[in-house]
């Protein structure tokens, strides 16, 4: 079957390498010149653990290939995928969905055969008909289905989600697209993963409706965190009674500096919007991002009162700037706004983080980037604990306390203990939602 992905961003990638690892002939579609000479020269364009081999070996089997023709690329595909970017709009929180119109008007132009549109971005309820009527409209001839296909990726362990999913959401009109549907994700349903079929709309609900529950329990134990911190209670202790209960689970009741990445905040908005435009107010969800932001704030506070009140003048080691491990992605991640505040307020920051620098050069202004966290602890105040990569897990704490001008510890991911940095010869030392010296 051939395939056609437009749109080589992160889930436009993910899922053309993985299809094609499927057996299926795959095509993306990529309109950035620069990404698409990285792509065509075999170079990954982001950081996803294991995708630049998986690329490799697709592409050397002739299944993978790319281009920057729309019309090539539509050309005899039995589905063609949308995968481009849903970003906020700018002032009223709705999901842009110019380039899914225009990606929609393209392939109503070149479309020589049937073809299921699927749209894999995220989009609000009502997109996909939209879609329809798009390209209806572009081309009245056109022979085609539409069909939504949400995508449930996390960044870090994308290839493992894809090829292992807690379910395949399909949102079709009729058994044709459904049949089509059925044989791209076949390799998948013969392993007994769930393809789960519904209507357009319901599909398009659920990937809003299950990131703004997951956005919703990581904010929920970071206020559980702040007032453990009052009353002397144990986050990790109350987060493992919570999770030990089926009905709730442990999975996103780790507090942390509030959520970020590409999906949660934009998703939120959306939703919240999608909500006042129906007259069907999302008040969790609009109480969740307002949450998430004074969460944000509260861990600028948290580092300026282990700095005594002030950073200025202070030297300061940030270990980890990507909004969570296992990515290169700086989309809204709590270093974006605890970081320029450290800036601005007079500290020497010095940085370490495995991928953050290619992006994060641009977005943390007036920083120094170092090669581990040893070097970036030399001479310094604070060690901030911003994103719990596992080079940061395992850390000689003897050595760094050591090494410091001022043996202080903010870690905002609670990766160690006050009992672990008192051993370890430091002065002062903060989390979140525990006890602290």
């Known amino acids: 079957m051939k395939i056609t992905v437009i749109g080589a961003g992160y889930v436009g990638l993910v899922s053309g390498i993985c299809f094609s690892d499927f057996g299926h002939d795959v095509i993306c579609v990529e309109k950035d010149a620069g990404k698409l000479a990285l792509l065509r020269a075999g170079e990954v364009p982001i950081y996803e653990p294991g995708l630049d081999e998986l690329m490799a070996r697709n592409i050397e089997a002739g299944r993978l290939s790319f281009t920057g023709d729309i019309a090539e690329a539509v050309d005899g595909a039995a589905a063609i995928f ?47 008909r939209q879609v329809k009527e798009v390209i209806a409209r572009t081309n009245p001839k056109a022979d085609f289905d539409v069909a939504s296909n949400p995508e ?23 058994e044709r697209a459904a049949e089509v549907m059925q044989l791209i994700y076949r390799p998948l349903y013969l392993r ?15 990937k809003y409706a299950a990131n703004a529950f997951l956005a919703t329990k990581i904010t929920f134990i970071n206020e559980i965190a702040a007032l453990c911190e009052r009353t002397g209670a144990d986050i990790k202790a109350v987060s493992k009674g919570m999770g030990s209960d089926g009905r709730i689970g442990p999975k996103f009741l780790h507090a942390g500096p509030g959520y970020g990445g590409s999906c949660f905040p934009k998703d939120t908005r959306a939703l919240a919007r999608i909500g006042q435009d129906h007259a069907v107010p999302m008040q969790l969800t609009e109480t969740v991002i307002k949450v998430n932001d004074e969460v944000k704030r509260r861990m600028v506070d948290k580092v300026f009162d282990i700095c005594g009140g002030s ?16 990515t290169d992605d700086m989309r809204e991640a709590p270093s974006l706004t605890i970081v320029p505040a450290l800036v601005g307020n007079g500290a020497t920051v010095r940085v370490v983080d495995p991928q953050g620098e290619a992006e994060g050069a641009a977005l943390l202004p007036g920083v120094t980037w170092m090669e581990d966290a040893y070097a ?30 001022v043996a202080t510890m903010a870690d905002l991911r609670n990766v160690y203990s006050a009992e672990d940095a008192a051993q370890a010869g430091f002065t002062a030392y903060t989390s979140i939602g525990r006890k602290d010296f």
Do not use: C
Request: hydrophobic fraction near 45%.
């Open 82 to 128: 949308v995968a481009v970017g849903t970003p906020t709009r700018r002032g009223d929180g709705h999901a842009d969905l110019t380039y899914v119109m225009t990606a929609a008007e393209e392939i109503a132009q070149a479309l020589t055969g049937y073809a299921v549109i699927v749209t894999k971005s995220t989009v609000p309820v009502g997109t996909n």
């Open 152 to 174: 449930f990726l996390r960044e870090g362990a994308a290839i493992d989600d894809f090829m292992r999913p807690d379910r395949i959401v399909v949102g079709v009109e009729n």
């Open 192 to 206: 007994d993963f769930p393809i789960m079929t519904t209507d357009l709309e319901s599909a398009e609900m659920i």
């Open 311 to 326: 950073p200025n003048g202070k030297t300061i080691a940030v270990l980890g700037v990507t909004f969570k491990p296992n």
């Open 376 to 405: 970036a602890a030399e001479g310094a105040d604070v060690v901030l604990i911003l994103t719990e990569w596992n080079e940061f897990r395992g850390l000689d704490l003897e050595r760094l306390a050591k090494s410091m001008r």
